[in-house]
């Protein structure tokens, strides 16, 4: 079995759904070694996040140790755009689309924060598109982040420094910034 290294959402709020996958069960006109079936059952294509021993085989060489969840309920997260984030990624549990139409956390909010001031600022190309990673700092121990793509962008909870905002992205964003 062929496992992916990082979340599958490359881009932010991306599709990244092969035309050739008539279900999530048929994978038979996929030619892609390396792919996944995100939380909508959606087959997302990530040639980009494997590893592999020899570019003409489709062997995996290794595999870094599994991401842990960034959330299991909708309250471990500060907006609608960071639960979906990781909803697509794989580093939330399919449970928080309650209702089966591939939209996470439907309760929260899509307003992002906008207090503080930004202490860190990282700008990557991927594709068409340009994200921007962000570590905003409130107080002494409160910061947060801002992740945006091309007009789509969300917040994140609170981190107790900015040393824990970091590592948060180095987890779950770290294929993000480059």
Known sequence: MIKPILPAAALIGASL???????????????????????????????HFCIRSNPESTEVASVEAAIPMAGLVCDDFATQGESQYHFLSGTAPKSLDGDNDG????????????????????????????????VWRVSATDYYLNVGTGGYSFTTRSFPSGDAARDHIDIYYGDLVQ
Not at 24 to 35: E, F, L, P, Q, W
């Open 17 to 47: 759904l092969l035309p050739t996958a008539t279900s999530a069960n048929d994978y038979s006109g996929i030619d892609h070694y390396c792919y996944m079936v995100n939380g909508a059952g959606e087959v997302m294509d990530l040639n």
């Open 103 to 134: 939209v996470a956390c439907e309760v929260l909010t899509d307003e992002p924060r906008e207090d503080g001031n930004r202490i860190f600022s990282n700008q990557s190309t991927r594709g068409d598109g340009v994200i921007d990673t962000e």
